[in-house]
T-cell receptor, first 111, second 117 residues
Framework: RKEVEQDPGPFNVPEGATVAFNCTYSNSASQSFFWYRQDCRKEPKLLMS???SGNEDGRFTAQLNRASQYISLLIRDSKLSDSATYLC????????????FGPGTRLSVLP | DADVTQTPRNRITKTGKRIMLECSQTKGHDRMYWYRQDPGLGLRLIYYSFDVKDINKGEISDGYSVSRQAQAKFSLSLESAIPNQTALYFC????????????????FGEGSRLTVL
């Protein structure tokens, strides 16, 4: 079983749509959680960290459910510029090194 | 200029050749990493280093070696390249320093695309 799993995608949505990505992780001791964005043939960049209380950054909302070992990312009012692959990343150690990456979910926002 | 710079950006080589990928950073971070990315598999950790001369194996270190001779530089070597090492390689740094706040963010270079024929 993969340590971090994501919706396989791709997601093709029209501009203005709301889209949700799901991610599950297998290590219940995982400490911190992130969503990264990766444009085609580019490096990943941090989109947002995910906190237990949930957090929002503009049109983006991230949720964490530790009991279910589940992370989500909601994008409201999708823009063409949101087209990218979204990577779920879990750090299994608080100050250590074990960033585990999910395979990513590709999003295409269509005009 | 990018804070994390990788060279070369693209390389085509033949089976059995020795290849070195270089990474340098101007962020002043102690921690540096090498990942490879293959379609559908996500990024996988090859090696990481928490300080000069500190080397740690990651998930897929076989066939690779690294060198950390300076805080700002972390190089990855393929001693004898094979076709299944064809991939996109990323160097990254992170901002954990003792006594400072930790965001957990990884900062990536632009990637080195390696093709082994």
């Amino acid at each position: 079983r993969k340590e971090v799993e994501q919706d396989p995608g791709p997601f093709n949505v029209p501009e203005g749509a709301t889209v949700a990505f799901n991610c599950t992780y297998s290590n219940s001791a995982s400490q911190s959680f992130f969503w990264y964005r990766q444009d085609c043939r580019k490096e990943p960049k941090l989109l947002m960290s995910v906190y237990s209380s949930g957090n929002e950054d503009g049109r983006f909302t991230a949720q964490l459910n530790r009991a279910s070992q589940y992370i989500s990312l909601l994008i409201r009012d999708s823009k063409l510029s949101d087209s990218a692959t979204y990577l779920c990343v879990v750090n299994e150690q608080e100050y250590g090194q074990n960033f585990v990456f999910g395979p990513g979910t590709r999003l295409s926002v269509l005009p | 200029d990018a804070d994390v710079t990788q060279t070369p950006r693209n390389r085509i080589t033949k089976t059995g050749k020795r290849i070195m990928l270089e990474c340098s950073q101007t962020k002043g971070h102690d921690r540096m990493y090498w990942y490879r990315q293959d379609p559908g598999l996500g990024l996988r950790l090859i090696y990481y280093s928490f300080d000069v001369k500190d080397i740690n194996k990651g998930e897929i270190s076989d066939g690779y070696s690294v060198s950390r001779q300076a805080q700002a530089k972390f190089s990855l070597s393929l001693e004898s390249a094979i076709p299944n090492q064809t991939a996109l390689y990323f160097c990254a740094t992170s901002d954990l320093n003792v006594g400072q706040s930790y965001t957990g963010e990884l900062f990536f270079g632009e990637g080195s695309r390696l093709t082994v024929l």
